[in-house]
T-cell receptor, first 109, second 117 residues
Framework: LAKTTQPISMDSYEGQEVNITCSHNNIATNDYITWYQQFPSQGPRFIIQGYKTKVTNEVASLFIPADRKSSTLSLPRVSLSDTAVYYCLVGGGGFKTIFGAGTRLFVKA | SAVISQKPSRDICQRGTSLTIQCQVDSQVTMMFWYRQQPGQSLTLIATANQGSEATYESGFVIDKFPISRPNLTFSTLTVSNMSPEDSSIYLC??????????????FGEGSWLTVV
């Protein structure tokens, strides 16, 4: 199982773009990269998933370089409600998923 | 995606007692996972529950403390036995749901927040 490394915390202001980078140097060929968001006292919520290049949905974008040893979650124009913990996970389909420490994003007014 | 319901959502338990958490999924899934999240911490995998076989426990977790049942493909229970204050955590049920565009997307219930007094 690939280990991930993320910044422990980040601060931002409303309206800014936030980029959270995750390192996963020993990612395997069949591993996908998935990001989750967790609010206090709630279960993690799926944000976005990708395998390579760029993926975009209505919530975020995920940038994955060619070597796939890192990935960047991009949140456009954050609001106060985006204050949460963001987890980067790497793994193959159907196998247990191990969570890292996550990144605590704090959005200020 | 999968919709997961957990019961209870929250409970206050007496030291030494046991509590069973139920997890219901709206579709049939092969693998279900139970996680624990202690206050201010990340999620820790307790065990993987497959229907028709014994649960597989992670290091540091044992069946006597966290017995798991998996009677069918949509339901599982986790029991926290002989509780102590150190067991105060959120317990989360999750399932793997593969889709045409997903590799290993897992979905979580809202969790069961247990406080042991």
């Amino acid at each position: 199982l690939a280990k991930t490394t993320q910044p422990i915390s980040m601060d931002s202001y409303e309206g800014q773009e936030v980029n959270i980078t995750c390192s996963h140097n020993n990612i395997a060929t069949n591993d996908y990269i998935t990001w989750y968001q967790q609010f206090p006292s709630q279960g993690p919520r799926f944000i976005i998933q990708g395998y390579k290049t760029k993926v975009t949905n209505e919530v975020a974008s995920l940038f994955i370089p060619a070597d796939r040893k890192s990935s960047t979650l991009s949140l456009p124009r954050v609001s106060l409600s985006d204050t949460a913990v963001y987890y980067c996970l790497v793994g193959g389909g159907g196998f247990k998923t191990i969570f890292g420490a996550g990144t605590r994003l704090f959005v200020k007014a | 995606s999968a919709v997961i319901s957990q019961k209870p959502s929250r409970d206050i338990c007496q030291r030494g007692t046991s509590l069973t958490i139920q997890c219901q999924v709206d579709s049939q899934v092969t693998m279900m996972f139970w996680y624990r999240q202690q206050p201010g911490q990340s999620l820790t995998l307790i065990a993987t529950a497959n229907q028709g076989s014994e649960a597989t426990y992670e290091s540091g977790f044992v069946i006597d403390k966290f017995p798991i049942s998996r009677p069918n493909l949509t339901f599982s229970t986790l029991t926290v036995s002989n509780m102590s204050p150190e067991d105060s955590s959120i317990y989360l049920c999750s399932v793997f749901s593969g889709g045409e565009e997903s590799g290993n997307t897992i979905y979580f219930g809202e969790g069961s927040w247990l406080t042991v007094v």
